[in-house]
């Protein structure tokens, strides 16, 4: 086996091997560390933008199984001894050998913050390296993410129950479905078929090559392609993966009374309602392997409330944990996908979070970004139909609440039907409820409350020294919260007392087509 000083002293003298415009600062570049171990970086470079590049070298399996750690040592050592920002580091690992190395190298690549890149190499007995492969970070097993596509199949008894769930299992294994999850339900309404209890098959969310291969094994070609167009049109990655998901379980041959699609938005209206209570779970392949999972946490993430519903959010975080920090951000991008407004004040409190000393965080959000079906309730003296946030950042001694709500400038509200026709190109029916049917009044509500002079807004309120505090219409800049002493808009009272003729017509066209 070549050593490994020869290949690094090749390098060294030939580094456009790797990348043009690499320019040699020394090779086994000493880092010291006055506070412990100190690194010798194989060859030390920098590239054409004037960024640090660090090479490491690896040629056998046991080297190979090192080389994260070393990375993540010679990142602080730069850091502490040279002052160095982050974008200024690069790394760049060159390995005979991937078998031990290429997972975690994938791993530090999507989750790091520096650029790194890898090089499957060969080379001759005196070092030459011969050839280069750039090696892509692998897909590694998808993190825990239950499907927002769901089936719930109703049963007269548990027997029935017990029987579709082993039919489900053999189904499962069959499509080449490994990880899901089967929920079990009581029903309390009453249900034409006679059912009193249900099932909810529910799958870990995979790659599209995993669909894409599974699929073409299970289907026959005209239903392949079938699939793989329906999925391609939606342009959401997103919704595609969901597509592609929905394909792959068959319940043709699952013995039910009856049964529905499901989704996050469903589960939380049907237990909210209690048409159904949660009874017991059922975990496969690595749901199973988690002895921390409860079912009433299993259940809780069915419901989307951890991250996939489309309406809700419920978070918890510390504001030094920067893992979760990064995981709530990313709910936002879907609770909060039609509403730019909170979604980026809340990116800002986060921020503004995370500057404090240590604090706990709850947030909680609820919009479904259809802001006449919030009115309705308006108009039927329900103010909790509106959409709104809290975020509770607390500390040791004191906290601060931040509550986002809808608010009225004062505009009157125009006539209804003239509203609906100019923004969905025709009436109540053919233009509204059609829209919404596909769920594209979520694309229109920032355009329908500008017109009915409706606006988002977020207040502090200080608990602690500053007990009663409040701040109005507040903006976030940097680590400071600026705002009004008094709200620059109304409350949506003022918009139900003054615009009660709006509100009857509205409720009037949803009590003539909309069976509630």
Request: aromatic share 10%.
């Amino acid at each position: 086996m070549v050593r490994e000083s020869l290949i690094r002293d090749w390098l060294a003298q030939h580094l456009n091997f790797l990348e043009p415009g690499l320019e040699l600062i020394k090779p086994e570049q000493h880092l010291p560390n006055a506070n412990g171990t100190s690194g010798f970086i194989d060859v030390f470079a920098k590239d054409s933008s004037g960024r640090v590049v660090v090479i490491e070298i690896k040629r056998s399996e046991s080297a190979a199984r090192e080389a994260i750690t070393e990375l993540a040592k010679y990142a602080a050592l730069l850091r502490v001894s040279r002052g160095l920002l982050k974008s200024e580091i690069r790394f760049i690992i060159v390995s005979t050998t991937w078998d031990e190395l290429r997972a975690p190298f994938s791993e530090w690549s999507v989750s790091t913050s520096y650029l790194t890149e890898g090089y499957d190499v060969t080379a001759d007995a005196d070092g030459r390296l011969l050839t280069k492969v750039p090696v892509l970070p692998a897909e590694l097993n998808r993190a825990r993410n239950i499907c927002r596509r769901q089936f719930v199949l109703y049963y007269k008894d548990d027997q029935a129950c017990d029987i579709a769930e082993k039919a489900i299992e053999e189904m499962a294994k069959a499509r080449g479905i490994r990880d899901f999850l089967v929920f079990r339900f009581e029903l309390h309404a009453e249900n034409v078929y006679g059912a009193t209890r249900g099932l909810i098959f529910a799958q870990q969310l995979e790659s599209k090559a995993f669909y894409l291969e599974h699929l073409q094994r299970c289907l026959s070609s005209e239903e392949y392609e079938e699939a793989v167009e329906n999925a391609e049109d939606h342009d959401d990655p997103d919704d595609t993966l969901d597509e592609l998901a929905d394909y792959l379980p068959t319940f043709d041959e699952i013995p039910r009374e009856t049964a529905e699609i499901g989704n996050p938005e469903k589960i939380v209206d049907r237990l909210s309602r209690e048409v159904w209570s949660p009874t017991t779970v059922r975990r496969y392949g690595r749901f199973s392997c988690d002895e921390r999972l409860t079912d009433k946490q299993l259940w809780f993430e069915l419901s989307g409330s951890a991250g996939s519903s489309f309406i809700h959010f419920i978070g918890f975080a510390r504001s030094n944990d920067r893992a979760k920090i990064a995981e709530v951000t990313s709910a936002l991008q879907t609770v909060l996908f039609h509403n730019s407004s909170w979604r980026h004040t809340i990116e800002d409190l986060l921020r503004y979070a995370q500057s404090l000393e240590e604090a706990a965080l709850t947030l909680v959000i609820f919009d479904n970004c259809s802001i006449l079906d919030n009115l309705l309730g308006v108009s039927e003296g329900n103010s909790d139909s509106l959409p709104v946030f809290n975020l509770l950042i607390d500390r040791d001694h004191s906290a601060q609440i931040f509550v986002g709500q809808v608010r009225w400038n004062g505009t009157p509200a125009p006539d209804f039907n003239n509203l609906i026709s100019e923004v969905f190109e025709g009436d109540f029916f053919d233009g509204y409820l059609i829209a919404r049917h596909f769920g594209g009044q979520k694309e229109k509500n920032e355009e329908l409350m500008a017109k009915l002079g409706l606006k988002y807004c977020v207040d502090c309120h200080s608990l602690g020294p500053s007990e009663g505090e409040i701040q109005f219409d507040i903006e976030v800049r940097g680590t400071q919260i600026k705002g009004r002493s008094t709200p620059a808009f109304a409350a949506m009272s003022e918009f139900a007392d003054q615009q009660a003729g709006f509100l009857q017509q509205l409720k009037g066209k949803f009590d003539e087509f909309v069976l509630r």
